[in-house]
């Protein structure tokens, strides 16, 4: 009895018992598909990013006093939180953004946790009244979908009560919401507007006035009575219940004066509120509701929920108000679904075709081509078991496995086949299967241990990229165990006999090399330093460019431009927008934007949708035009141009979302600003750098009103009591809240009709003794030098000098900036840069990528080494994985690609195939030496024998993979430089493998030793 006995027990067994196998994998079909349709789905996986933004808001503070007084007393905060890689902050007038970035692998729940925490233990130590925001960031806080209320009839402060008090509560109870936003619209409030005469004839001031409001505007307990055998709540209030005992609100005289009522000072009404954040859509004013989802919430369910929503209760929404999306992840999500699909459906189909043009037999063709769709509906239930969604990660994951798929079903169909032709065995499933097991198994693990290493990625890529390789190990082992097992007991049930007379090709071409190794030996030297060549040559980007049928559009109208000149000035930037006819339809904030960011009121961004794919141009040729045409129409407002979840990726990833960001470390802000707009300068002459921007952001003029202190001493003043008065006749004091119905409404005092700038110096100050004096006497009322946004990274400041790129590589246009900067901008002492945005994520992701493509190899050599005891096995397997790399970067360059994240992850996955290829070749060679046959003639026949089952492999492969090669639907742009790596790395790995390997095996072992002596011995010795 054998060693190989246990084996062929077990093989023979399950294929006795067919019915149990096919029932199943019906079981765990159904299931798939069951789960599958239940699986949540999102544009991308549930990613933990480990960064935290915190926003702090200090009224209208300048950034100088904020530095001091909010900005380092959070980031020493922040950075004692333990795990804490890098804290960087923004600080401008009355708000300081800060980023707090942790390790990757830290538990995001505990690190916000921690980070509230010493918040808390500073907040003691904080200007009083300052509001702390702290957000975890991930890519469920984005909007997945986006709404713009508009109406002709209606007010913006009623579209923005109908959004408050009517949408939003039914919205957020749609399961999976976790907020809703809403912005602009108008706030009403109740404003007091005095008579400057009424308050000089009565010797009052607008302080006066505010602080009665106050000490009325209460509501105290005095405490539980017992009486009537009830008990009480006694309650002391003077809150007004509407204009009329507002008005009524007695203010108290100066001396001997007699008290006067609010209202006979000046007029009591309702208006809107002052707002210096405007929102439009479609050239109307409207007011903008985005829906943010839970983490593991579905886009599509809720997309699908609200519209039910609204079919269901019609009369949430006014006749007279429209509703309409302005960004829709959802339709996004399902074209990707649908797109990948289809890549699916085609693949499977034309790798049908070419099984069925080798084989010449239906009921084989029809085994191989199943295997797909059951694997498929299998890995459904897989992703379901580990947490996963449906993604564009995961399905590009299964959509790029079904090439590999195919690889496991054809080598037992073809070796089945083969059996049955040459007439081995009466029962041609059982001994193709039983010759071709251990080299399955094999080739099986080594395509697997590929995606192992990835689990140990760290960064964007493998919070990305994680979840694909996992589809694809649990593809490709589902696809082992249904070829190992399903394949051949379905070949026996439907009697594969042979369907033509087998034709002997003689290997001349593979004797030839086996002849000469030193071709073999050449052409491999040879590729190998191609390949150095092709790597040092070939562009490189982070991910791949994508078309997701929006743009982002952020602008900045010049520094302090009101924001009634910068909405005149949007008015022409809309009529351009409105005038590309690929436009759909955008959304427009100003004053704030889509996302958790401190925004100045000049600044803000639009949210464009373009038409469906087939009905426009690419995004880059719109991005192209509108940015031309915005530049003629308004070359006073700087705009930059992304996509919506590009952006996302980079401000998850490291809060900067543009390619190329140059950062300069100084102390010396002058020197900084200096060298800033030098080095801007240098990187607007390189070709295809866009969007470039000098990081200076100038908020605003600053009307500064300082007092002099002989003159406040003098007349019994202060500061404070200035300020009481200065307030009301600008922007007005809000003193307190009225109630109507379950609304608070603020009740905001003015000393003047309108705030005017120009006389104010002559704005009337009360003294504590009665008379009246010029603001001008008291204190020196100018414009002082405008504010300057303040960023700072671990207690250090610097100026991110970015810019975006057009028709350019990202790595390419890095090293040309690095080579001007170099010679053109010289840096004084204790001056510092680098370069951080999404070229240092992708500087990091390529270095982890390569210690998974160097894991990947040392566990495809350790399988190979105990499949075959050899060194030469792993040893020649990763000479050639090496040498196929430069295929792969060639077919990349042919095709106009970059190297990038995904293609990085096509160049890995080649790995495993060649791997896979190369044990199947070696474990035909070692048979054929045990049966005694020359080493020459064994690797050729080898050579021979695989040749059949390795050119099916590769046309269905290539076919399998050609939707996604050629972005067949949208979201297939991700994974389009993967599928092209690997079809590429199949078009040379084919003949590496069976040409180039058996002839530098002979070299290397002319008296094949890979038979081994012990196996050798067993078999000459066996009956």
């Known amino acids: 009895m054998t060693a190989l006995d246990p084996r062929k027990r077990f093989l023979e067994h399950a294929l006795e018992r067919p019915g149990a196998l096919f029932l199943l994998v019906a079981v765990l079909c159904a299931a798939g598909v069951w789960t599958g349709t239940r699986l949540p789905s999102s544009i991308f996986p549930s990613v933990t990013f480990p960064r935290i933004k915190v926003i702090a808001e200090a009224a209208e503070e300048p950034a100088a006093q904020m530095i001091p007084a909010v900005t380092r007393p959070l980031e020493e905060a922040v950075l004692r939180v333990p795990g804490i890689e890098r804290v960087t902050s923004t600080t401008t007038r009355g708000s300081v953004e800060i980023g707090a970035e942790f390790s990757w692998g830290t538990d995001m729940q505990v690190a916000l946790q921690r980070l509230q925490a010493q918040i808390e233990r500073v907040r003691p130590d ?28 209606r007010s913006q402060s009623d579209l923005r009560e109908l959004a408050d008090f009517t949408l939003k509560p039914e919205l957020i109870q749609v399961p999976g919401v976790s907020q809703v936003q809403v912005q602009g619209g108008r706030f009403r409030e109740f404003q007091v507007r005095l008579d400057p005469a009424r308050l000089a004839g009565r010797r009052l001031s607008a302080a006066d006035v505010v602080e009665a409001i106050r000490r009325n505007d209460v509501l105290e307990s005095a405490g539980l009575v017992e009486a009537n055998h009830e008990l009480y709540l006694s309650l002391v209030t003077g809150k007004p219940r509407g204009i009329d005992e507002l008005a009524a609100i007695a203010i108290p ?70 509703w309409q999306a302005f960004y829709d992840q959802a339709e996004f999500v399902r074209d990707s679904v649908r797109g990948v699909r289809d890549a699916i459906l085609i693949g499977v189909a034309l790798a049908a075709v070419v099984l069925a043009l080798y084989l010449r037999s239906a009921r084989m063709t029809l085994v191989a081509v199943a295997t797909i769709p059951v694997t498929v509906a299998i890995v459904l239930l897989g992703l379901v078991m580990t947490g996963q969604t449906i993604n564009l990660m995961t399905l590009g994951g299964i959509a790029a496995a079904i090439g590999l798929v195919a690889d496991d079903a054809i080598v037992v169909v073809e070796n089945i086949a083969r059996h049955a ?39 964007v890529a493998g919070a990305f990229f994680r979840p694909l390789a996992l589809t694809m190990a649990i593809a490709l082992a589902v696809s ?80 302090g431009t009101s924001l009634t000149d910068t909405s005149q000035m949007l008015a022409e930037v809309e009529k351009v927008i ?123 003029p600053i009307l500064d009103v300082r007092g002099r202190p002989d003159a406040l001493a003098r007349f019994g003043l202060t500061a404070e009591a200035l300020h009481a008065q200065v307030e009301p006749a600008m922007a007005g004091t809000v003193a307190g809240n009225l109630r109507i119905g379950e609304r608070l409404y603020p009740i905001r005092v003015f000393s003047r009709p309108t705030p005017d700038v120009a006389r104010l110096p002559e704005l009337p100050i009360q003294t504590p003794g009665g008379s009246m004096v010029p603001l001008s006497v008291l204190a020196a009322v100018g414009t002082g030098p405008p504010d300057v946004e303040i960023h700072r990274e671990n207690l250090r400041t610097f100026i991110g000098v970015t810019a975006r790129l057009s028709d350019r590589s990202l790595g390419g246009a890095v090293a040309e900036i690095q080579q001007r900067l170099a010679r053109d901008l010289p840096l004084p002492a204790g001056m510092s840069l680098r370069f951080g945005g999404l070229y240092e994520q992708q500087q990091t992701s390529f270095k982890g990528l390569l210690g998974v493509l160097f894991g990947g190899l040392l566990l495809v050599a350790v399988i ?67 049966r005694g046959v ?12 695989r040749l059949r089952a390795v050119m099916m492999t590769i046309f269905a492969t290539a076919f399998a993979l050609a939707p996604l090669a050629i972005a067949l639907g949208e979201g297939s742009q991700l994974q389009q430089p993967l599928a092209i790596a690997v079809i590429g790395g199949f078009v040379l790995s084919s003949p590496l493998v069976l040409l180039v390997l058996p002839s530098l095996y002979c070299w290397m072992d002319p008296r094949g030793r890979l038979a081994g002596t012990r196996a050798q011995d067993a078999i000459r010795s066996a009956p």
């Open 421 to 459: 032709e040459e007439g081995v065995s009466a029962n041609p499933a059982l001994s193709g299967l039983r010759e071709v097991f251990p080299a399955l198994t094999g080739s099986s693990l080594s395509t697997i241990a590929i995606f192992v290493p990835f689990a140990l990625l760290t960064g």
């Open 864 to 930: 190979l080494m105990f499949e075959f005891g050899d060194w030469r096995a792993p040893f020649l397997t990763a000479v050639i994985a090496l040498a196929v790399l430069t295929s792969v970067l060639a077919s990349l360059v042919v095709t106009g690609m970059t190297l990038n994240v995904s293609s990085f992850v096509g160049a890995i996955m080649m790995v495993g195939i060649v791997g896979e290829k190369a044990v199947f070749l070696i474990h035909d060679a070692r048979e054929e030496l045990r």
């Open 934 to 945: 020359p080493v020459r003639e064994a690797w050729a026949e080898a050579s021979r024998k």
């Open 253 to 322: 005289a100066a001396k001997d004066g007699v008290p006067v009522s609010l209202g006979q000072l000046g007029s009591i009404a309702a208006a809107d509120a002052v707002t210096y954040v405007l929102t439009a859509a479609d050239r109307r004013p409207a007011v903008l509701i985005n829906i943010v989802r839970q983490p593991a919430a579905s886009t599509l369910e809720i997309a699908r929920q609200i519209d039910e929503l609204f079919r269901r209760r019609p009369e949430l929404l006014p006749k007279d108000v429209r």
């Open 578 to 700: 409105m005038s590309v006819p690929d436009v759909a339809t955008y959304s427009r904030r100003t004053g704030t934007e889509l996302g958790f960011f401190v925004t100045e009121p000049n600044r803000g961004d639009y949210v464009i949708r373009l038409k469906p794919r087939k009905t426009r141009r690419p995004v880059d040729e719109v991005i192209a035009e509108l940015r031309s045409k915005i530049a003629a129409a308004e070359p006073a407002v700087r705009t930059e141009f992304g996509q919506l979840l590009e952006d996302n990726i980079g401000d998850l990833a490291g809060g900067v979302p543009q390619p190329i960001d140059l950062r300069l470390y100084a102390e010396d802000q002058a020197v900084l600003q200096q060298k800033a707009r030098a080095a801007a300068k240098v990187i607007g002459g390189i070709s295809g750098v866009t969007d470039v921007f000098d990081g200076i952001t100038v908020a605003g």
């Open 126 to 153: 904080l200007p009083p009244g300052i509001r702390v925001e702290a957000e975890w960031m991930n890519t469920a806080i984005f909007p997945i979908l986006g709404y713009a209320l508009t109406s002709d009839t």
């Open 480 to 559: 082992y165990f249904l070829s190992a097992l399903a394949v051949p007991a379905a070949a026996d049930r439907l009697r594969v006999s042979a369907h033509r007379k087998p034709k002997h090709r003689e290997p001349r071409i593979a004797r030839f090399f086996i002849a000469h190794p030193w071709i073999a030996l050449v052409v491999t030297l040879a590729l190998l330093a191609g390949g150095w060549v092709l790597y040092g040559a070939i562009g490189s980007d982070f991910l791949p460019q994508m078309d997701e049928g929006s743009i982002i559009l952020d602008y900045w109208t010049p520094p």
